[in-house]
């Protein structure tokens, strides 16, 4: 392939089975700019089913749950002094 672009050049088309890749109608995809051209990545229920558990957490850390409460607290807060500041009250 050139890599100079004609304004009449020829447009090829791909074709794939939804099965094949598990895409359907709706399917997100993340698109990544290459040397190439661009690459599409489908995110299926596949994709997620085999990341599940990839991140471990090491023993004795706080539980999902936990870390959450804690950053919606704390995001809370700052939501809280911002609006303070704005709003000039203390």
């Known amino acids: 392939m050139s890599t100079t672009t ?3 050049s ?7 089975t939804t099965k ?7 399917t997100r995809a993340v698109i990544t700019a290459t040397a190439d051209g661009i690459l599409l990545k489908p995110v299926t229920a596949t994709t997620i089913r085999k990341l599940r558990g990839i991140l471990k957490r090491k023993p004795g850390d706080k539980s999902f749950a936990e870390e959450w409460a ?3 607290r704390e995001e809370r807060e700052l939501e809280e002094a911002k609006y303070a500041r704005s709003t000039g009250s203390r």
């Open 6 to 8: 004609k304004t009449n």
């Open 10 to 16: 020829k447009t090829d088309s791909v074709w794939f």
């Open 20 to 26: 094949e890749f598990h895409i359907e109608d709706g």
């Open 70 to 72: 804690e950053h919606k």
